[in-house]
Nanobody, 116 residues
Framework: AQLVESGGGLVQPGGSLTLSCSAS????????MSWFRQVPGKERELVAS????????YYLESVKGRFTISRDNVKNTVTLRMNALTPDDAAMYYC??????????WGQGTQVTVSA
């Protein structure tokens, strides 16, 4: 099983980025998908998730209205569209797959830097 994130980079405050996570080697459609982020010295935090049954979404309070998570069960991808980025959004962003039965996969992360 493999998760590969892409789309990170440097963006100015107020800018936008779209992160993508490409999945392979497992039954993507049966896994809930999430994006987490982590900065040095802090715990990894859940940013957004989308389940695999009703496609219900969850967002961290501080990103509501700015970030949008979506999944494509044909392409086996999950995307995080991030708008109105602030320096507080700068972090390493990780993709996670979880089937709720003990199988959990993580990607290697993609760095998001928000700076003028």
């Amino acid at each position: 099983a493999q998760l590969v994130e892409s789309g990170g980079g440097l963006v100015q405050p107020g800018g936008s980025l779209t992160l993508s996570c490409s999945a392979s080697g497992f039954a993507f459609r049966t896994f809930a998908m999430s994006w987490f982020r982590q900065v040095p010295g802090k715990e990894r935090e859940l940013v957004a998730s989308v389940d695999n049954i009703n496609y219900r979404t969850y967002y961290l309070e501080s990103v509501k209205g700015r970030f949008t998570i979506s999944r494509d069960n044909v392409k086996n991808t999950v995307t995080l569209r991030m708008n109105a980025l602030t320096p507080d959004d700068a972090a390493m962003y990780y993709c996670k797959a979880n089937n709720g039965l003990g199988l959990v996969y993580w990607g290697q992360g993609t760095q998001v830097t928000v700076s003028a």
